[in-house]
């Protein structure tokens, strides 16, 4: 089942003097951060906060909070993850987030041999890297079409090349 409140970053510091919070992103576009008008404190979505401003850079955002307008009452906030409601993200009918694939079983694309479940997905330059967690260790899976053939809501499919998972 997924998840109602996604988490998308961490307000990691302060910024200024009037209120606002420096928000480490974790994942999405940017772009789409930027018009969420309700961030969550917890992921039950009981208690959030209304943006009334935001802007940044890829890794990043600054962000001012109704109610919040003082270094204190931001400095209140730090160390705070934050979520996202699944609905304001307005995402596509087949779009899968990489919350979503996390433990999802992975299939073999050709048979249906199961190798394992997704444990995490780490971004690095070159690609995604899936880190698939088996009954002998975790392996690691880039991101790429040559491995990565299909997602589901249901598992991940894969072509390994020879080896991989022995």
Known sequence: MKKKYIEQGFIRMTHGVRGEVKIELWCGEPSSFYKIKKLYLDENGERYLSVTSSHGS?????????????VEDAAALKGK???VDRE????????ILICDLIGLP???A???RVYGTVE??????????????TEKGTVQVPDVPQFIKKLTDEAV?????EGMFE
């Open 110 to 112: 050709d048979d249906g």
């Open 81 to 83: 993850t934050v979520y």
């Open 58 to 70: 890829k890794n990043s955002a600054v962000v001012k909070f109704e109610g919040v307008d003082t």
């Open 157 to 161: 499919f894969i072509k390994p090349i």
């Open 88 to 95: 304001d993200l307005h995402l596509p009918k087949n779009k």
């Open 120 to 133: 995490s997905i780490e971004e690095y330059p070159a690609s995604d890297i899936y880190f698939i967690k």
């Open 106 to 108: 992975v299939l073999d």
